[in-house]
Every structure is written in structure tokens, then in C-alpha cells.
């Protein structure tokens, strides 16, 4: 019996910027949104305080370092962030 493929992927948190009107907010969600959906990508989102956290993958189960990076260079250009991290890639599967 083999193991099962890793479902490779990252862990982004945002902290929106201080008095980000809650229209710009929901905004900038949608629009990452459609980022992600843009190059195949998924995430599942927690919010953490204030914070927001966003566990991506790929539909194939396979975020590339290609995709972490592109996703590190939209949120850093985005004004609506007081500050982001952008993790390492990873198997996002819980141990079993």
C-alpha cells in the first residue's frame, strides 16, 4: 500500500490595515479571491482576531513555489494590508 500524494500548499495571514471600512474589506476578499481562482488555486479561510488566515492549495492538489510567490507579490502590492506572511510550502494534510 502507498502513501497518499501530500497536498502541497501555504498558509497566508493578513492583518487588514487599521479602520479598513468593512465594503473594502469584503472587497479585497473578493478580489483574492479571484486570484487565486485565476491560476487554480483554493484556500479555506479563518478569521484570528482581526487577522485573517488563508490555507492555500491547488485544485491538484500541488502549490507550486511559482504560486507562492505570485501570490506573495499581489498582497504586497495591495494597500488595503497593514502586514501579510506569506508561509513556506508544505503538506497541508493533517497527520493521520
Keep these: 500500500m502507498s502513501a497518499p500524494c501530500p ?3 501555504f498558509v497566508v495571514d493578513l ?4 479602520g479598513l471600512a468593512a465594503d473594502r474589506l469584503a472587497a479585497l476578499r473578493a478580489e ?3 486570484f487565486l481562482d485565476g491560476r487554480g488555486l483554493r484556500a479555506r479561510e479563518q478569521r484570528l482576531g482581526a487577522q485573517l488566515r488563508f490555507e492555500v492549495e491547488s485544485e491538484a ?3 507550486t513555489q511559482n504560486d507562492r ?3 506573495q507579490g499581489w498582497l504586497a502590492a495591495r494597500s488595503e494590508l497593514a502586514r501579510c506572511r506569506v508561509g513556506d510550502i508544505h503538506d497541508l494534510r493533517p497527520d493521520s
Design 7 to 9: 497536498a502541497l500548499g
Design 15 to 18: 492583518e487588514p490595515a487599521p
Design 32 to 34: 483574492w479571491a479571484a
Design 61 to 63: 492538489s500541488q502549490a
Design 69 to 71: 510567490a505570485a501570490a
